[in-house]
C-alpha cells in the first residue's frame, strides 16, 4: 500500500515562504503525475500545482510566478516551493499521486497525504 507523506507547513508572515514535501513510499512503486492541492474552511478542494513524470507542470492562475513544483522521480517524491505568501495561500495542503495499479497496468489510482497546514498572517 503507497503512503504519501507530508513535510514543511507552519505559520509564516505575508511575503514569507515555505517549501513543501511530500514522498511515497512502498515497494515497487510507479507514478504518474503528483500535485499539490489544498482546502481552506468552507471550500472545496483546490488544484495548487501538478508535475507529470516526465516534468510537465501546470500551475493556478493564483500561485503562478509565486510557486514552483519539482519533482525527484528516483526518491517518488515532490517539493512545492512557496514564495510571496498571502494570507489567502492559508490552507490545508494535500499531496496527491497517481499510482499505477500494477505493473504493466494503464490505470493509475489517486492517492493522497493526510495534509499539513500552511497559515500566512497579514
Known amino acids: 500500500q503507497v503512503q504519501l507523506v507530508e513535510s514543511g507547513g507552519g505559520l509564516v508572515q505575508a511575503g514569507g515562504s515555505l517549501t513543501l514535501s511530500c514522498a511515497a513510499s512502498?515497494?515497487?512503486?510507479?507514478?504518474?503525475?503528483m500535485g499539490w492541492y489544498r482546502q481552506a474552511p468552507g471550500t472545496q478542494r483546490e488544484l495548487v500545482a501538478t508535475v507529470t513524470s516526465g516534468g510537465s507542470t501546470n500551475y493556478a492562475e493564483s500561485v503562478k510566478g509565486r510557486f514552483t513544483i519539482s519533482r525527484d522521480n528516483t526518491k517518488n517524491s515532490v517539493l512545492l516551493q512557496m514564495n510571496s505568501l498571502r494570507p489567502e495561500d492559508s490552507a490545508v495542503y494535500y499531496c496527491?499521486?497517481?499510482?499505477?495499479?500494477?505493473?504493466?497496468?494503464?490505470?493509475?489510482?489517486?492517492?493522497w497525504g493526510q495534509g499539513t497546514q500552511v497559515t500566512v498572517s497579514s
Open positions: 496527491k499521486a497517481d499510482v499505477r495499479a500494477f505493473a504493466g497496468s494503464n490505470t493509475f489510482i489517486p492517492r
Open positions: 512502498g515497494n515497487s512503486v510507479s507514478i504518474n503525475a
